[in-house]
């Protein structure tokens, strides 16, 4: 779904680590470069999984809604960065204990290399349509505070007025977002109401989309308004790269823009960014999953002879 940007940078991660490991471990043979491997992988998802994980976990305390995968991302990272300390500090006296340890988590790792591909792709994101004059705009929705729009929220919502204001007064305004199950009302009738009552944007210039659950579901249902392209969607910075793509997917023209949000925020959004966007084949995924179930196994059982 992310298209082949991110399949190179995954590749280049792959590739990056084995040959870093084969460089280190190949004078002690396979089991040497297997063992690189695990101490590479694991050190590098410490400044990128890890990092997410305790920032979300501060970032948490402001959230509107703490979902079950907020929780996930935060104990993941935590947790990862925890396993690699620890085999830090047995390394020096028990070098095959802390070895064995890192073989034990390889689905961590797998995720913590896919995170630093996912960063690299959104870091690489280009604008699809330099200096394009848009016929509508696009706020995409986000959570509500009661009835009204949540910090995030309004912030896409104040910089799309921003854009209107200084634009063509011909340009439609389209607020996207359905009703989530503990919302009062719709995200776009919130939106709406914030743009007409704090934004000065004339209600007749706005245009609701109040059925759409994703941010496909909120692209596709727009366009279902026939709302005049080119577009300029307005969301939040770490969700630019995933819009571009859907953008392009669906063949709509038109580009992304972005809003701010706390940089305590981003990491963990970062990462429920690669777990909304990647959707690997089946076979990919067979092969991803056997391998990090049999090296996890040969760890637990390493670590287990290495304890008895």
């Not at 006296?93 to 913590?112: E, K, M």
């Not at 609701?208 to 249902?221: F, G, I």
């Not at 940089?263 to 777990?275: F, K």
Request: one cysteine or more; charged letters at 20%; glycine letters at 10%.
């Amino acid at each position: 779904m992310l298209g082949r940007r991110f399949e190179v940078w995954g590749v280049a991660v792959a590739f990056a680590v084995a040959a870093l490991a084969t460089a280190i471990g190949v004078r002690d043979g396979w089991t040497g470069v297997v063992d690189a491997a695990a101490w590479i992988s694991a050190v590098a998802t410490v400044p990128t999984l890890g990092v997410a994980g305790f920032a979300h976990a501060i970032a948490m305390r402001r959230m509107q809604r703490v979902k079950v995968h907020d929780l996930a991302i935060a104990g993941v990272g935590i947790l990862a960065t925890a396993i690699v300390v620890v085999a830090i500090v047995l390394a020096p006296t028990r070098p095959d204990l802390a070895t064995g340890l890192l073989h034990c988590c390889w689905p961590a790792w797998i995720l913590g290399l896919a995170f630093a591909a996912y960063l690299l792709h959104a870091a690489t994101s280009r604008p699809l349509a330099p200096g394009m004059t848009p016929r509508t705009i696009v706020v995409l929705g986000g959570a509500l505070k009661g009835r009204h729009v949540g910090p995030l929220l309004r912030r896409r919502v104040e910089r799309a007025a921003t854009l209107w204001h200084a634009g063509d007064a011909n340009v439609r305004m389209v607020v996207s977002g359905g009703q989530g199950r503990d919302e009062p009302r719709s995200e776009a009738e919130a939106m709406a109401e914030h743009l007409v009552e704090a934004c000065g944007v004339p209600e007749d210039a706005i245009d609701l989309e109040d059925r759409s659950t994703s941010t496909e579901e909120n692209l596709a249902l727009t366009r279902a308004l026939g709302a005049p392209e080119p577009w300029l969607v307005v969301t939040s910075e770490y969700h630019v790269p995933r819009t571009r793509v859907l953008l392009q997917r669906l063949g709509i023209a038109g580009d992304a823009i972005d809003s701010w949000s706390s940089p305590v925020y981003r990491p963990g959004a970062l990462v429920r960014e690669l777990a909304a966007t990647v959707r690997p084949a089946r076979g990919t995924l067979l092969v991803l999953g056997g391998l990090a179930v049999a090296t996890t196994i040969v760890g637990v059982a390493r670590t287990a002879g290495l304890v008895g």
